[in-house]
């Protein structure tokens, strides 16, 4: 059964700084793996989706990386903005050809202004 | 383009009594995802559907739950009866292909419906 974990739980840091969030599976058979943000009382956006031929998606402020061979994704933020407030969440396929997503449970982020 | 929409936002009801939650999909997507949201738990797929017909619903937690979608534009989840440990966020999502093995899509989320069971 695929599991994600995501370190940091959560991050304070002050605006400005360049950030690093952690995620690990462990299934590395999958096919994708997707970066979302939640907003307090609101449902989740799509950041960036890395097909698992890629090492790589940017948008913008965002790097996200993977590595399927060691279970590991990276969302890099540069420069960092209290709008970038927010938990992030990653996610990757369940496997066993089901395309329902399991997510890990989030880094809650604070950017202090 | 309204995104997925999610009716209650919010429900409050007491134990034993009958929850139904609505959801209409992104117009043309074909793929309909059930997830309940929850501090302890985090997120989890409870089922979803390919075409209107439910594909993998291993997530949905007993019989007490219970999905449908009539058509390619509503889906339904029901509870009944509903228990304090029910409470959760309840998010739907669609995509606009096919669920399958080597999916690209991304998952277009709605606002989720907050359920409290007294």
């Known amino acids: 059964k695929q599991e994600v974990t995501q370190i940091p739980a959560a991050l304070s840091v002050p605006e400005g700084e360049n950030l690093v969030l952690n995620c690990s599976f462990t299934?590395?058979?999958?096919?994708?793996l997707q970066w979302f943000r939640q907003d307090p009382g609101k449902g989740l956006t799509s950041l960036l989706l890395?097909?698992?031929?890629?090492r790589e998606q940017t948008s913008g402020r965002l790097n996200a990386s993977l590595d399927k061979s060691s279970g590991r994704s990276t969302l890099y933020i540069a420069a960092s903005q209290p709008g970038d407030s927010a938990t992030y969440l990653c996610?990757?396929?369940?496997?066993?050809?089901?395309?329902?997503?399991?997510f890990g449970k989030g880094t809650h982020l604070i950017i202090q202004p | 383009d309204a995104g997925v929409i999610q009716s209650p936002r919010h429900e409050v009801t007491e134990m034993g009594q009958e929850v139904t939650l609505r959801c209409k999909p992104i117009?043309?997507?074909?793929?309909l995802f059930w997830y309940r949201q929850t501090m302890m738990r985090g997120l989890e797929l409870l089922i979803y559907?390919?075409?209107?017909?439910?594909?993998?619903d291993s997530g949905m937690p007993e019989d007490r739950f219970s999905a449908k979608m009539p058509n390619a534009s509503f889906s339904t989840l029901k509870i009944q009866p509903s228990e304090p440990r029910d409470s959760a966020v309840y998010f739907c999502?669609?995509?606009?292909?096919?669920?399958?093995?080597?999916?690209?899509?991304?998952?277009?989320f709605g606002p989720g419906t907050r359920l409290t069971v007294l």
């Open positions: 999502a669609s995509t606009p292909g096919y669920s399958g093995v080597s999916s690209t899509d991304t998952q277009y």
């Open positions: 299934d590395s058979a999958i096919y994708n």
């Open positions: 890395i097909q698992s031929s890629q």
């Open positions: 996610a990757v396929p369940s496997g066993g050809g089901a395309d329902g997503l399991t």
């Open positions: 117009s043309g997507h074909n793929s």
């Open positions: 559907f390919n075409n209107n017909v439910p594909i993998d």
